[in-house]
């Protein structure tokens, strides 16, 4: 089977300007929110699909709900750190169905007592997972290959180790996203061998997540995501 290299597009980089005098800082207070249709394969290897959504800022916030058609949400404190907020839906809560689109309000309140409120939407945007992914192992590399996803704009490929132990899971590679030469061939990323040398007597995540961009790639109408998981050791 005949497989295409994916061309590499290098991530936009936010550049923080921070205007300062001898007496003060001025700080970007600005938030960033994200609603998309956000789609996995369940047990029985059927995609579902749930609205997600995400809010971040370099001031520190004390919490942020999300009001839809469907009620309020209140989204989760990231490692309580209070810049970044997301909703965890179970995984029951996805579903068979396509999300209808949506209108929302996010309400963000920072740790000084301010709040602002910010829209955002859903739309008729959405993605099934990749199909088909898989992680082989040579004798000198891994090739990661996947069936392409319809109408996708770009991909992101992600690995994850855990240790059999403590079952903690750890980010060992993020790739920027890349964009297939060929929409309707499968596609496929080499990894060298020695690159996992000290992480083979542990399970390996792998992860390609589709894209169907917002605004300069920083935002999203649709994301999917699968994830095959392997064992190389002996």
């Not at 295409?4 to 800082?25: D, E, M």
């Not at 029951?92 to 829209?119: F, H, L, Q, R």
């Amino acid at each position: 089977m005949k497989k295409y290299l994916l061309k590499v597009f290098a991530a936009a980089i936010l550049l923080i300007t921070v205007l300062a005098s001898c007496n003060k800082t001025a700080v970007d207070k600005s938030v960033h929110i994200d609603t998309y249709i956000h789609s996995i394969f369940n047990r029985a290897g059927v995609p579902v699909y749930s609205v997600l959504h995400s809010a971040y800022s370099f001031s520190k916030l004390s919490g942020v709900d999300v009001t839809g058609s469907a009620g309020k949400i209140s989204l989760i404190n990231f490692s309580d750190n209070g810049y970044s907020f997301y909703n965890q839906p179970d995984t029951a809560i996805y579903k068979t169905t396509v999300p209808v689109p949506d209108n929302y309000t996010y309400s963000v309140t920072y740790d000084t007592g301010e709040t602002v409120a910010k829209p955002d939407a859903t739309i008729a945007a959405s993605l099934e997972p990749a199909r088909n992914l898989s992680a082989v192992k040579t004798a000198t590399e891994i090739q990661l290959s996947w069936n392409p996803i319809v109408n996708v704009e770009g991909y992101k490929v992600r690995i994850h180790i855990q240790d059999l132990t403590t079952q903690t899971k750890v980010l060992i590679y993020e790739s920027d996203f890349l964009f297939p030469v060929n929409a309707i061939s499968d596609l496929s990323i080499n990894f060298p061998l020695t690159n996992f040398t000290s992480y083979l007597d542990k399970y390996l995540y792998f992860e390609v997540s589709g894209f169907i961009f917002q605004l300069n790639h920083d935002t999203y109408h649709a994301v999917s995501a699968t994830t095959v998981k392997k064992y190389f050791g002996n």
